[in-house]
């Protein structure tokens, strides 16, 4: 056994403080625990407390709630494989429904009601959870919903418990235990859900202080208790830790891993300390300190967790929880406010300077000068015969400290510190001239002192110093800054004025460029050969020393966090600028911008002019308005861990909404149409830095792009239209990393039912309903208009076969009886020639008169030609035609012997050839026509032919044009179908096919 003593130090972790001040339940809290979903849970006296980084959300025992935990007392904090919680507490076992964000309480039937104090400590592969109980070990199936006593302490009194593996959702390898406080340890191993316990370790003499805690880790056990820390290798100690600078490390009460293996211990009077387990030595020592408002709240330590991010949480006993990321970078913070307080001295700083031998002397803005040593503790100052507000301070080549105040000129020597005020003549300067801002070094001992009323260049020699005002400058200007490059160009500042460059000759200022921004320098760095960085008000300009130009003015559009620069320090290839928000590194080679803010360890956000200065070692500080930040660059490493994000708050319509299932848990969400406007609020659980968390959405089907949430945490829709969308949002950290899953949410506004699908489908098929009873009607009754059309055309023809038949039998018979009688009158007489010459040509006209009369009655009629056959009125009229010689027409007939058609169909048919025959010479220009017709399966076939120009049977102007629409009406009144085929130039072609009757012979009479 080994006893380490070994030296360790107070480091610079910044603590956060949850508090009863800013939400916490009460200050002394029994378990810390992160849930899978990033809340941090937190069990205490009064009540059970969910953290997010902001704000904590209590639960409490609420008789009128049915749903609500059951407690006054809550311990140990588990989470099941779905993600719901299981609490103990003095009334039995709590289970958190996280879906539905409600409590249902357990308790052992055949126990008392003070006998229900349940310490939930594990989850196993069958999803049982085991208990301590006192001196008893239970378990819980939540199917059954039955507890089973699974072991039993003879001992009186509470244990503390450890499994292997500590993992949940395995079976437990083993169960170590401490029971009551004692020095012993006992190892249970678990078989057929029996533990067998046997003693591993026993310390003697009986009566030495007992166990504490414990800690298994593969190959043995760390033990801690009143006498300090153990380490058993499972064989015996093997190491001994009780000691730490020379202290007693006493009253180990909890202990806990880093994700880095660094094991850290709590105690009950020193606070806390870090244990490198692979050196078994101490190496870090944390304990509380009024004058460091970022130590710990107290040093009685009763509980400490770590979670998946290594952020280190710690319980103080009356204090509330304390909280550190181990992973992320922190500023060291010097003369803090309650450490300027305690002190008695000033804590804003003005200018830093570090001396020959190391020492940091701050110009304050009441207390003249502290100055601290390594550690950046006070270890003096000096304020007697200087004015008590320092401008600024400069080391020239010589170590000596010059200061500028409104009160004049100071040196100090630094190892004697003499102070000697630089003499002025009386009558040759104003008072504002003797208030000096800044003051420099140019060469050779020569320095460039920056007034209110001038530039001046001053010079010691020996005891004496010549001040003389430099000429070529514009006068009563407030000068500040003023800067010499290496190739000996001197840049000045003027208040609000811009800068000038130029050389210095003699006492002479000589300009060769002015950039007269409306802005003040603050400062210039020169990056190499022709590159000079300067702070101003409006940004960081980078400059181009050969050219003489501003070639880019970086600000808060560019990533700067403001662009009041302050100051300027360099590093490698990256720059470091104070500003009023913040501290920013700016990565030359790529322009990309960090951002460090007060939650960083920041002193404030708000720094000095003149206030920054890097050490010879590298260390970077910079000074502000609440002490001074000190660093080393090489030491930020990069914070990886990513952002979760949460919904914690849903309203619709600016009131709260219930959807029955926990807003956390929603996936999707469906709204009536009234309930268009839409409230989201989100937690983004970042514990590092949470004020500087940021959240960005889109809502897909309505925004075009990301968002950034102005109040960071609130999203609101409003008179959304009705449709399907998808809200999406992602949170980035401080460190500028994103949450690793987008936080999805469908959304459903319903349409109002008139914009129903079934609203729109019935209206459809109503109006669908009504058009077609319309247009049924309309149709009907232009056919009906069409058939009394026709039949009063069927009458007329009726009427003129009637007045033909007439006119053949009655007038045409009489005709040619008188014909007759004449020529027989003629045979009795015996005439002279001349008179017989005159009646055979009277005789011949009324012959032809007749034969007038007959063709007047056959035109009168087509029923008469129709008497004799349909096919005989078509042969007739295509004859008539073609005897006319306006076209050549050929008529066919094929297979139309097997054909029966009414009067009425063979009149349809007849007007529909004899209408296109007649549009043929119209219109067709053509030379030659063939109509042909006949019979084939019931119907009779009709064709019309011609090779005239043609026309576009789909073009609906042709077909009216061309008159069609009294065929089309004929052949529907038919029953049957008409089909067109033409080709421009080469003719038309008319195909009509008519169902006809039951086949049967048809008469045809003989010509004539």
Known sequence: MTCQVCFCRQNSLLFNHLTVNNGLSQGVNNCIYKDSRGYVWISSFDGLNRYDGISCLIYREDQQKLHSIKGTLFLNITEDSHGNLWIGSNKGLNFYNRQLNQFVNYQMPDRKADDQLFSPFYIDDKERIWIQSGSDILLFDPYTKKFRVVSHFQVPGNLFIKTVPAAPFNKPEAIYAIVNNTPQVYKGILKSDTLNWQSLLTMEPAGIPGFTCLLPVPGGLWIGGPAGLLYYNNKDISHRIDASGGKKIEDIKTLTFDSKGKLWIGTLRQGLFKLDTLHKIITDHYYASSRNPYSLSGNQIQYLYTDAENHLWAAIWGKGVDYVSLEKFRFNHHLTRE????????????????????????????????????????????????????????????????????????????????????????AAYTVPGRQFNFIMEITGGILLASSNAGLYLVKKEKNTYSIHAVKGLPERDVYLTSFCDQTGTVYVSRAFKGFMAGTLLGDSFIVKKNFPYQATIKCFYENNDTTLWIGSTIGLLQYHKRLMTVEKIITTSNGLSNQYVYGLLPDKEDLWLSTNAGINRLRLSDGNITIFNAGDGLQSNEFNTYSFCKASNGELLFGGVNGLNSFYPSAIQAYTYPPRLQLSALQVNDAAFTTGVNEGELKTLELKPQENTISFQFTVLDFANPASNRLFYTLKGYDKAWIAAANKSVIRYANLPAGDYVLEAKAINAENVESKNLYTLSITVQKPWWKSWWFITLLLLTTAGVLFIVIKAYLKRKLEQQKIIMERELAIEQERTKMARELHDGLGSKLSGIKHSFSAFKKGLQLPEEQDGAFEVNIGRLNESILELRNLSHSLSTELSLQHGLEYALRDYCNSIHQSGALTISFRILHTEQAILTTEQSFHIFRVVQELLQNTLRHAQASGAIVQMSIHNSHLMITVEDNGKGFDPTVKGDVQGIGLINIQARIKLLKGKIAYRSVFNEGTTVDIEIPIGPQNPVDHPKNG
Not at 351 to 374: A, M, P, R, Y
């Open 339 to 426: 450490e300027s307080e305690q002190l008695g001295v000033n804590n804003f700083m003005r200018s830093i300077v570090e001396t020959d031998d190391h020492q940091f002397w701050c110009g304050t803005q009441s207390n003249g000068i502290l100055i601290l040593d390594k550690e950046k503790q006070v270890s003096g100052s000096i304020s007697t015969g200087l004015p008590p507000a320092i401008e600024h301070l400069y080391k020239d080549s010589k170590g000596t400290i010059w200061v500028a105040t409104f009160a004049g000129l100071f040196t100090i020597d630094p190892l004697s510190r003499k102070i000697t005020q630089v003499p002025f003549p009386p």
